[in-house]
Nanobody, 124 residues
Framework: QVQLVESGGGLVQAGGSLRLSCVVLGRTFSTYTMGWFRQAPGKERTFVARIGWSAGSTYYAGSVKGRFTISRDNAKNSVYLQMNSLKPEDTAVYYC?????????????????WGQGTQVTVSS
């Protein structure tokens, strides 16, 4: 059974930083994409960033590009999201996800496993 466990969320003032972590427990996959999504109250879950197996392939939502950085440690089956210059509109529950294949879109449907989410709150 595959389990994703996120950590690192919390309350921060606007302009501050947080680093989210996600570890994948259970099975591992020879090639997989890892991503971060977020969901604000009353809104749909939306794409934030993704990273391919090689770690050289990253892609970001326009709203976070230049402020957030996704990285991974394959030896630890982990993915990270460094969030800088946080804004109140970044407030949401953040989810990590794993896709067993190559991901070519920003939709949730290409991901096979999800974490339980970690709350990020940015105060103004």
């Amino acid at each position: 059974q595959v389990q994703l466990v996120e950590s690192g969320g919390g309350l921060v003032q606007a302009g501050g930083s947080l680093r989210l972590s996600c570890v994948v427990l259970g099975r591992t996959f020879s090639t997989y994409t890892m991503g971060w999504f977020r969901q604000a109250p009353g809104k749909e879950r939306t794409f934030v960033a993704r990273i391919g197996w090689s770690a050289g392939s990253t892609y970001y939502a326009g709203s976070v590009k230049g402020r957030f950085t996704i990285s991974r440690d394959n030896a630890k089956n982990s993915v990270y999201l460094q969030m800088n210059s946080l804004k109140p509109e970044d407030t949401a529950v953040y989810y990590c996800a794993v896709a067993k294949g190559v991901v070519r879109t920003t939709t949730i449907f290409e991901y096979d496993y999800w974490g339980q989410g970690t709350q990020v709150t940015v105060s103004s």
